[in-house]
Each structure stands twice: as structure tokens, then as C-alpha cells.
T-cell receptor, first 114, second 109 residues
Framework: GAVVSQHPSWVICKSGTSVKIECRSL??????MFWYRQFPKQSLMLMAT?????????EQGVEKDKFLINHASLTLSTLTVTSAHPEDSSFYIC??????????FGPGTRLTVT | DAKTTQPNSMESNEEEPVHLPCNHS???????IHWYRQLPSQGPEYVIH???SNVNNRMASLAIAEDRKSSTLILHRATLRDAAVYYC??????????FGAGTRLTVKP
């Protein structure tokens, strides 16, 4: 099946700093990628939909200036958490869409903001 | 968004079949029924999906009620590696996946 990777798998950063998370589709081209956030013992919540070469579409309640998404190529999307705070600590998961196939999810990135 | 209802948790014995139910009484005619599972500290994994007819793949079977208001994911022989949270999601396409609480499956040896 299609493989999606994320880097880093975990990151610890200090409050007020920014952190970038990469999502790559390794063996297919993804015109659409998605970013989810998952807090402990909760389900995944869709944050934004990212289309290659265009601006991301953010879900209601997600600050687009805080969570910067760039989908510059068909195999790479990045999520930058700007001015991170402890409440941004979460498990961030991306997924990529291969044509009309299912979404393929990355392994997730655990962000801890101290 | 069409909603789904799943039991919070289920238990199964290893090597026995598991039937995971999902109710979706407000499903629309264009909604596909998708099942994903998530192991601890991992991203979700695609399991199976269907529209009207029952579906089988190497991982599981999906039984869809005739009125499409419910469906059942069937794991034919549960293994310890099947312990996960299973999500039933309705979506007319693959662009809009909204995850509910899912069912936490525990497999006992």
C-alpha cells in the first residue's frame, strides 16, 4: 500500500518557538493532504485540507496564522506551529490522498511544548 | 455531516471472530462507509470501505444492511495485533473524513 511518512516523529520545543512538521508521500503523488490533531484519549480532529499549489482550507476554529500549512509539491506538505504554547501539545497526524483511493495516514508527530 | 454510533469498547478472545457494529441511520445515498483503525501512538490505518454490497479484503469483511442504516466490520480471527480503536466513518468521497469516538477493541489471549 501507499506509504506516508512524517518527520520528526516527536519533538519537544519551548513555549514561544515555532516547530515545523513534514509529511511526505513516499511512493505516490498526493494532490491533497490533510492535517489532523489528536489530544490524549480523544479522536482525530481535522485541522485543514491542503491542495498542492494552493492555499490550505482550515476547519472552523483552527487559526490559520498559527498553523501554517505549505503544500509546495505533490509529495510534501508541511505544518508549522508558530509561537507554540503548552496547549498546542498534541499528536499531529497527516494523511495523503491518492487519486480516488483511500486516505493514507502518516505515523504521527508527537509535539510537546514546555 | 452524517453521524455514526459505535460502542465505546468491545472485547474479544484471540482467534475468535469479532463483529464491530456501526449505526448510521442518517446516511445519505452517496455516502460510502469507511473503516479505519488506529493502534496506540500510530496514525490510522485503512481497513475497508463499501457503498451497498458486502465487501471482503485480506484484513476484514464489511457487512452492510440492506437499508444501509447500519454496518458491521468483521474480523474473522482476532489476533493480539488487532487490538486498536476502530472508526466507522461516512463520507461521499475521500476528501472529508470526520472521525468519531470509535470502538476500542481489546483482544484477550
Amino acid at each position: 500500500g501507499a506509504v506516508v511518512s512524517q518527520h520528526p516523529s516527536w519533538v519537544i520545543c519551548k513555549s514561544g518557538t515555532s516547530v515545523k512538521i513534514e509529511c511526505r508521500s513516499l511512493d505516490f503523488q498526493a494532490t491533497t493532504m490533510f492535517w489532523y490533531r489528536q489530544f490524549p484519549k480523544q479522536s482525530l480532529m481535522l485541522m485543514a485540507t491542503s491542495n498542492e499549489g494552493s492555499k490550505a482550507t482550515y476547519e472552523q476554529g483552527v487559526e490559520k496564522d498559527k498553523f501554517l500549512i505549505n503544500h509546495a509539491s505533490l509529495t510534501l506538505s508541511t505544518l508549522t506551529v508558530t509561537s507554540a504554547h503548552p496547549e498546542d501539545s498534541s499528536f499531529y497526524i497527516c494523511s495523503a490522498l491518492q487519486g480516488r483511493d483511500e486516505q493514507y495516514f502518516g505515523p504521527g508527530t508527537r509535539l510537546t511544548v514546555t | 455531516d452524517a453521524k455514526t454510533t459505535q460502542p465505546n469498547s468491545m472485547e474479544s478472545n484471540e482467534e475468535e471472530p469479532v463483529h464491530l457494529p456501526c449505526n448510521h441511520s442518517t446516511i445519505s445515498g452517496t455516502d460510502y462507509i469507511h473503516w479505519y483503525r488506529q493502534l496506540p501512538s500510530q496514525g490510522p490505518e485503512y481497513v475497508i470501505h463499501g457503498l451497498t454490497s458486502n465487501v471482503n479484503n485480506r484484513m476484514a469483511s464489511l457487512a452492510i444492511a440492506e437499508d444501509r442504516k447500519s454496518s458491521t466490520l468483521i474480523l474473522h480471527r482476532a489476533t493480539l495485533r488487532d487490538a486498536a480503536v476502530y472508526y466507522c466513518i461516512l463520507s461521499p468521497n475521500n476528501n472529508d473524513m470526520r472521525f468519531g469516538a470509535g470502538t476500542r477493541l481489546t483482544v484477550k489471549p
